[in-house]
């Protein structure tokens, strides 16, 4: 259970790195993961260029434990991702028996077109990944998740990976909002960090985007503080330590609370 | 004028990859590049640890026109950039005089403590990038720009980095929406892809998800159809060709327009 289990995303697709869309799905992988233990250490975007999806993935796959992409198992000639794959690892690809009858079920005989049945093309020895909003599928090739684009679907296929995945020991996180400039805490916060080896502190500013209080809406400058560690005592005993280093500044830290999840 | 440059990001920070904090940068960035006629390439994130900072920012920087690099700029402890820049070009890093007058002038001599100076220290060979916001400056290092991670303040320190970038051919990009399936139409849209070569055109399905007629706000489900490249008469007969594919499915498509930005 204490081994470290890691993860990396490779998102695929011109349309992130044109900016014409705005990524979300690292956030959502990254809340998946982080309450099965596993930590996503990397993530790459990538063009629909298949010499650069081959590098990344191979890159990505031999050094985390799992490597999970997203975008281009489409039906459209820009949907290069399952030949992407199958090059990366040196296999052929075709049409799998079980996509293309989920497909069929869903077209009927006379709409099931040949774009359509594109996407039932799978790398060999790949095993199905549930799609319950458009039935089109992922696919899993060993330790690599391949995963739609559109952030519903994406999002969806989770539910029908987390059975398979190994998990590791969850981060426990503990977070504190304080109406204090992180300059004038950051000596004193890097002494906590000292003493508290085996937990990681991170410290946030924010300067009039979000409201420090709930209750009357009232935008501020501050710093959220957040502490993670596998182990709760630790975490806990570096908390406690940052709220006194604030109080001892005249000011009451507001307590986020604590999350197993992130 | 027509050599192609390129560039890449580098999203520093546990933030993004525990799922603490959505990133906007890459958006931003993409954005601010595209009419400059610079393609960003790759985008890359990695936790606050030096050896990971430093194995991706030699990777892009050998491989990219330029990088660009966000967040860990700051006061506190877990602001490792600067040191990892320095380590990655392995050269020396030293207050810098300017950016400690900079500092000198906002904080006052009593403010300006230890932690405020740490956010002077500078790779050696560094230019400052202005900051408009808050004052503690970005640097420039070769092709290496290092911009804080708040989006409000890396925005703001695009503006100092314009006039230091060499400039290519922006691409020109036409988008179509229909209400139509996407895989309604892939046939007939890979061979206008394959007719057009020197085109780029992307296929990106929604699903209720956003509103086809901006009138009625109604949703459905439909395709936008992007095309880009640098010659606009090339772009126009694509997108030209597309309009005349979905109307042979008896579909007016919408026209969103031509932009030179993205």
Do not use: C, W
């Amino acid at each position: 259970m204490d081994r470290q289990v890691s993860a990396a995303i490779l998102v695929i697709g011109n349309e992130l790195l044109s900016g014409r869309t705005q990524d979300v799905n690292v956030q959502t992988l990254a809340k998946f993961l982080a309450p099965l233990g596993i930590d996503l250490s990397e993530a790459r975007f990538v063009p629909d260029i298949q010499a650069e999806i081959v590098a990344a993935l191979n890159a990505l796959r031999t050094r985390y434990t799992y490597v999970f992409t997203t975008g281009g198992i489409g039906p459209t000639h820009d949907d290069i991702t399952a030949d992407a794959i199958a090059a990366a690892f040196g296999i052929g690809i075709d049409f799998h028996p079980e996509a293309l009858a989920l497909l069929a079920a869903r077209y009927g005989e006379t709409d099931f077109t040949d774009a359509r049945r594109r996407m039932a093309r799978i790398p060999n020895g790949g095993n199905l990944v549930k799609n319950p909003v458009s039935i089109a599928p992922g696919f899993q090739i060993e330790n690599v998740f391949v995963l739609a684009g559109v952030p519903r679907i994406m999002k969806a296929m989770l539910d029908d990976i987390a059975p398979r995945l190994q998990r590791g020991r969850a981060k426990i996180v503990r977070s504190l909002t304080a109406q204090i400039r992180e300059s004038d805490i950051a000596h004193g916060l890097e002494a906590i960090q000292k003493a508290h080896p085996d937990t990681d502190i991170g410290s946030y500013p924010f300067f009039n985007e979000q409201p420090s209080s709930p209750e009357t809406g009232q935008s501020s400058v501050g710093t959220t503080l957040v502490v993670s560690g596998r182990n709760a005592g630790q975490v806990a005993a570096a908390a406690s330590a940052i709220a006194n280093l604030v109080r001892g500044m005249g000011v009451e830290p507001q307590d986020d609370g604590q999350t197993a999840a992130r």
